[in-house]
Nanobody
């Protein structure tokens, strides 16, 4: 059973920064793609950023230039550095991992940005 455990969420003022972490229970090179999604109250879950096993990255337009996804294979962890946060970034952020044997989700971590 694959586990993804997110951490790093919290309350931050607008303009501030947070770094989310997603620790996997197995080597992350076994995942073709890892990414972050978010879900705000009353809204559908949406894509934020992804990184492939070859470290190719792409981002939602709304976060380009402010968020950075990265990976540390030795630590089996993917990160999401979030800068210049805005109140509309408030959501539960979920880690996602896609492998040949399935797609996995973490339990989510709450990010709240106050104005």
């Amino acid at each position: 059973q694959v586990q993804l455990v997110e951490s790093g969420g919290g309350l931050v003022q607008a303009g501030g920064s947070l770094r989310l972490s997603c620790a996997a229970s197995r080597p992350i090179l076994l995942f073709n793609v890892m990414g972050w999604y978010r879900q705000a109250p009353g809204k559908q879950r949406e894509f934020v950023a992804r990184i492939t096993s070859t470290s190719y990255t792409n981002y939602a337009d709304s976060v380009k230039g402010r968020f950075t996804i990265s990976r540390d294979n030795a630590k089996k962890t993917v990160y999401l550095q979030m800068n210049s946060l805005k109140p509309e970034n408030t959501a539960v952020y979920y880690c996602n991992a896609a492998a040949n044997d399935g797609t996995y989700w973490g339990q989510g971590t709450q990010v709240t940005v106050s104005s």
